[in-house]
């Protein structure tokens, strides 16, 4: 399912329209967005949790030519899913 067909039918279950629907999403994960910059966490309950870690420096190996490298260290999304969610699955 793309975004155009999510929003679609999104829209169809509220009874709003596409472009109110649309607008609705952006906010959302525009907010998300917002919150998860500032380093905060994100949960939504029965679906789960978003946040940002840092990942820490680390040396690779090419295994072709051997040549060790240092890896910078960065920032990366981690989800963990709701119980809820995980239970949905089993």
């Known amino acids: ?3 155009k067909e999510f ?7 509220l009874g709003y329209t596409i472009k109110d629907t649309s ?3 952006s906010s959302l994960l ?3 967005t917002q919150q998860l910059e500032e380093g ?4 939504i309950q029965g679906f789960g949790t978003f946040e940002v870690k840092k990942k820490a420096e680390r040396i690779t190996v090419n295994p ?8 910078p260290p ?3 999304l981690g989800y963990r899913p709701g119980a809820q ?4 699955f089993k």
């Open 40 to 43: 905060n966490i994100v949960t």
């Open 74 to 76: 960065k920032l990366v």
């Open 85 to 88: 969610l995980k239970e949905k």
């Open 64 to 71: 072709t030519t051997k040549l060790r490298m240092l890896v």
């Open 7 to 13: 929003t679609s039918e999104l829209s169809h279950r």
């Open 30 to 32: 525009s907010g998300m």
């Open 1 to 3: 399912m793309n975004n």
């Open 23 to 25: 607008e609705l999403m």
